[in-house]
């Protein structure tokens, strides 16, 4: 019992450490506030623990260790930087596509100023957003029009809701898919007011399947990219300009819900092919429409090409309103286009970039991360990832870490400081040089070494 009193008396109180140098420091980055109710919630814990018996360190660095700990964990930005050594380039939650160093730029330049987002310079008036992509957009596509929304899945639900309401849309069923985060094909038709009419069999759709669907009900026919999933063996769907030449033959639109969506041909790089945005539209699709975060490399957008009549309709509905992107987002997307218009988007943009790098230079960066960390170098595989090219990867070459537990390995890795995000095998971690940007490999490095000499302490050298 005076053992209790005495530990209880020996407590620190609120104002003795509000005067520590630490808890000034505090207060400037949490507020007085914040960091008073966090003193307050330790001191508590304490007694609390001393009346149990149970035994929680009461020094006053002690309490000052726990209460910064806790205060960054609750209050530090939980939206940070941080170090993709996965090997999956298109990563959506790490953010999908890193911008390239223009797209960062741009986006700066017009976040601290007064711009153009909604001015004409000649005329000295009102202008629309509406326009800043769209003469790319066209040059890029062949398209008549185009427009950038907050995201693929606004582009699906605005075509959807303008030009197909309380009518039906055919699609195929092997094309009914689900993207991830709940976005489901048939609940996006739901919500936009469109009866959906599903046509052929999982594996197996013809031309002749959309045709017998047909009838005065019909608006449109919907082609969308299974992004996510490969079908091997028995399996047939028509080809673009089956279902474009349906489309017509019947008065009905013929959309394209591509996804990912290229300007650039993937298998130049050993990928299998992934449906090239030109390639529909010079099919004769009326819309095709794709995101700007996956592999165009850019922010995250929806974009919609196609047919000018049709462009107009949709940016007429109130809901084009209610998924406009913002100054930022048009400014990283010009930037981004301008890439591909000047035929250099290998060079400047950060997915192509990891896609395109040779495995000898891979490899060449796993041997140096091995000759200042340990471990071994091995060969693995790269992925594209963010909903395109399933089941294609990358020969990439690995930086292996033999360690104690792989997991508490990377749990340490993703508590550091930039956080570092790696592979995990039953008895190695697994860092793959291809997603890690060129200027973050001094991060890395200091990461895992200091990760790595904790290990060593621990459980001797590493192999
Ligand atoms: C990824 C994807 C979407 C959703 O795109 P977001 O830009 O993530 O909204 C829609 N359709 C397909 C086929 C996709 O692959």
Redesign the pocket.
């Known amino acids: 019992m005076n053992d209790k009193r005495d530990c209880l008396r020996k407590l620190p109180s609120v104002d003795r450490l509000l005067s520590h140098k630490r808890v000034q420091n505090l207060i400037k980055e949490y507020s007085h506030r914040l960091v008073v109710e966090a003193i307050r919630a330790d001191l508590e814990s304490i007694r609390r623990g001393i009346l149990a018996e149970q035994n929680l360190e009461i020094s006053e660095s002690a309490v000052l260790d726990r209460i910064s700990q806790g205060l960054r964990t609750d209050f530090q930005a939980s939206l940070r930087p941080v170090i993709n050594a996965t090997g999956v380039v298109i990563h959506t939650n790490l953010g999908r596509a890193p911008l390239s160093e223009a797209a960062q730029a741009a986006m700066i330049a017009v976040a601290g100023a007064y711009n153009t987002l909604e001015y004409d310079l000649e005329e000295g008036e009102r202008g629309s957003r509406l326009v800043h992509a769209a003469k790319l957009l066209r040059a890029l596509t062949g398209a008549e029009d185009a427009i950038a929304l907050n ?4 582009a ?1 639900i605005l075509i959807l809701s303008a030009l197909a309401r309380e009518r039906e849309v055919i699609i195929s069923r092997g094309q009914l ?1 689900e ?1 991830g985060g709940g ?1 489901r094909i048939p609940a996006i038709m739901r919500e936009s007011g469109a009866t959906l009419v599903e046509v052929g069999t999982t594996n197996r759709t013809r031309i002749e399947d959309y045709e017998a669907a047909v009838n005065e009900q019909t608006a449109m026919l919907l082609r ?2 299974a ?2 999933f490969r079908q091997l063996g028995f399996v047939e769907q028509p080809s673009l300009s089956q279902v474009t030449a349906c489309a017509r033959q019947h008065g009905l639109l013929a959309v394209d ?4 969506g290229t300007l650039i041909n993937t298998r130049k790089f050993g990928l299998a092919y992934e449906p090239t945005i030109q390639d529909s539209i010079s099919a004769g699709f009326d819309l095709v429409c794709f ?1 700007g ?2 592999l165009l490399g850019g922010p ?1 957008a ?1 974009i919609i090409v196609g047919k000018a009549k049709l462009m107009a309709r949709l940016k007429r509905h109130p809901l084009a309103r209610a998924m406009r992107v913002d100054k930022l987002t048009y400014a990283a997307l010009i930037a981004t286009l301008q890439h591909y218009l000047r035929d250099e988007a290998l060079q400047e943009i950060p997915i192509w970039r990891m896609i395109g790098r040779e495995l000898d230079e891979i490899g060449r960066t796993a041997e140096r991360w091995a000759a200042q960390i340990g471990g071994k170098v091995v060969d693995g595989r790269s992925t594209v990832g963010g ?1 395109s090219l399933p089941g294609t990867d990358l020969p990439t070459r690995l930086l292996a870490i033999a360690v104690a537990s792989p997991a508490r390995f990377a749990a340490g890795l993703r508590q550091a400081d930039p956080p570092v995000i790696a592979r995990v095998s039953k008895s190695h971690v697994l860092l793959d040089p291809r997603t890690v940007l060129p200027e973050q490999e001094t991060d890395l490095l200091r990461v895992l070494s200091r990760l790595a000499l904790d290990e060593d302490q621990e459980k001797g050298r590493l192999s």
């Open positions: 995201n693929n899945a606004a699906l898919v993207i976005f969308v990219h992004s996510n819900d591509l996804g990912s995101s975060d996956k995250q929806g909903g």
